[in-house]
């Protein structure tokens, strides 16, 4: 084939890939509509309740994501086992306008768009630092080290935001190189090398997103810690059964769950003792605070079981059914674990944040 | 799909897209193994009924924020800074609004606000030595800050390089200065458990400045607007009977007044 062919046949395939792609336009339309419904309707005040507008806006997203599709096609990759590969690439796709829709957002220094950003990706970020990073793993010290330096590849992101190309990878690749870069910096930069070099240099660039700022934001706190207490309270209320409800603050406060399963032979009271002085140290509130915010969970410890747990509930009566004269307060942990302590803590905490959930959705 | 969106469709919904999602490196710890994620099929319907109802979507609109805020609120630890202001924010419920306002203001630029704040050790422990009594500015001064620190007492080289300067440190005496001139003074003693704050030169210190001392473990941060001395020059303000322990002294930057008009 001669060099003219070559350039021809790509034409050709370039509009047959156009065509393919253009195909799954309403499936990208239908997701991103609803995406800046319920994630950025404030972003787009105006233009999402406005249907033309925001299909415009819509349909530029797609084009654009149809011509990076095409320049990154080599690295989409099938899923073998999957039953229906046409929608492996539109998920791509879509994963692609998702991207561009953030950037849009962060380009325009809209706080949600950092924000969605960092909460997709914070945890994927940590973990893949904590892999990579040279140390002692599961120490506190190591913990927190991975903690910070998922917050500045955050920071990082947004000074240099405008340097991602989604013509060459994700949003989630790019996070990947300044994360990388900051963990050969750690292994390689002597500490005392490390500070006024960048801090002089990037001091201007206040970020706009203040879970990753350094500088707490007086409103934004404020409404932290209020929020924190309706969810305290909300829990208590309607969390479910005391035990239940003390594994998720004390999940909240420990960093790895084999730390609760380890205090699992205290008594419940001692328990709660302890995980109400550890709550207030990672808390929007002191100690005085939270005696007041806990005091109808701590009510609940001093009542025997039997009380406790519903006539109804045969199966928690029938499973606990030699403690059932005991005051919640003296009985260990254990007591309520089954076999797998940790599958225990997980059912517990998906099943009261699921509760509030309900009772969110039926209020 | 014509009919409205169940609560249960909502929940399985926001569980499959949102928050029981997997990444690359990372999958949720906390699930229900009974729940299984909804189908792309089902997804798509749903969002199609959404993206028309605006009663569902303000539902799961609903459900979603609580959904992604309590998931944010488990993870989330406010760090020692968002502690600090946090206590300052609470204390600041008593005060008299002239001075809550000044102090809000005050806070709204964070590197601000800690380019004026210094450490106070108070009758206790310090790097393992017992009962120190101790005002230091541990971190280093950034350009945003007017005032600058040191310890009053200045000593000559016993050995080495005669021209180098060394500071004998009285650690319960600190200086702050303003170019050349030496504006204020923070004492603490470990007696009384007093720490006294002297603002040199009035003119300079107008309004009567105020100060945030911040008990860095327990306790309510103590706010003080300063008092005229008589017959002198000065502003002063003085707290005793302090618990012993590790504090954080802010005291209200002036460079707005320094711009206007610099009485120096």
Known sequence: MTNNQTIDETKKLYDEYIKLSAEQSSFLTTRLKSRIKLRFRKDFEGQSSDKKKLDKIIEKF?????????????????????ENQMEIYRMWMFSISQDLLLLK??????????????????????AYISKNLLGVKGTEFFNNKCTDLMMETFQRFER?????????????????????????????????????????????????????????????????????????????????????????????????????????ELPLLKLFQSMKTSFSESSFHDIEELEEIFKPLENQLMLILKNVIPTKDHQSRGYLHDYLEVKLADLPLSVFFGKDPLKNIRDWNHRVFKRLRKKILES | MKDH????????????????KKSVLYSPIDHD??????????????????????????????????????????????????????????????????????????????RVFMSNTVDVIMDTSYNGISNITKILKKSPINKDATLIFKNPVESFAMRGNVNTTFE???????????????????????????IQITFNNEKFWQP??????IP???????????????????????????????????IEPFLPVQKQNNPL
């Open chain 1, 62 to 82: 797609i084009s654009q994501t149809q011509e990076i599709s095409w320049s990154r096609i080599k690295n989409f990759l099938y899923e073998e086992y999957h």
């Open chain 1, 105 to 126: 957002l962060i380009s325009k220094r809209k706080s949600s768009g950092m924000s969605e950003l960092y909460r997709e990706y914070n945890l994927p970020i940590k």
């Open chain 1, 160 to 264: 240099y935001a405008m340097n991602f190309n989604p013509y060459k990878g994700t949003l989630f690749s790019y996070l990947i190189s300044i994360a990388d870069h900051l963990i050969k910096d750690e292994t390689t930069i002597p500490e005392t090398l490390v500070s006024d070099f960048n801090e002089q240099d990037e001091q201007d660039n206040t970020p706009i997103f203040w879970a990753i700022s350094k500088d707490p934001s007086p409103d934004q706190l404020h409404e932290k810690a209020s929020k924190e207490k309706y969810f305290l309270e909300q829990m208590i209320a309607e969390g479910g059964y005391p035990w239940q409800v003390l594994v998720v603050l004390l999940t909240k406060i420990s960093d790895e769950r084999t730390d609760i399963t380890a205090l699992s």
């Open chain 2, 5 to 20: 969106l169940t609560d249960e469709q909502i929940e399985n919904y926001i569980d499959s897209e949102y928050i029981q």
């Open chain 2, 33 to 110: 193994e009974t729940s299984t994620l909804l189908p792309m099929k089902e997804i798509i319907q749903m969002e199609d009924h959404l993206n028309g109802c605006d009663l569902c979507l303000s539902r799961v609109t609903k459900a979603l924020d609580f959904s992604i805020s309590f998931q944010e609120w488990i993870e989330e630890k406010p760090n020692s800074d968002q502690k600090v202001m946090i206590k300052i924010l609470k204390a600041l419920h008593y005060e008299d609004p002239s001075i809550k306002t000044r102090i809000l203001k005050w806070l709204k630029d964070w």
């Open chain 2, 168 to 194: 004998k440190k009285r650690e319960n005496v600190l200086n702050g200065y303003l170019q050349e001139n030496n504006i204020l003074e923070i004492q603490a003693q470990s007696q009384t458990k007093t």
């Open chain 2, 208 to 213: 009567s400045p105020i100060i945030i001392l």
């Open chain 2, 216 to 250: 860095t473990q327990s306790g309510k941060p103590i706010i003080r607007a300063a008092y005229e001395k008589k017959d002198c020059d000065q502003f002063e303000i003085s707290i005793e009977g302090l618990y012993p322990g590790k504090y954080l002294l802010a």
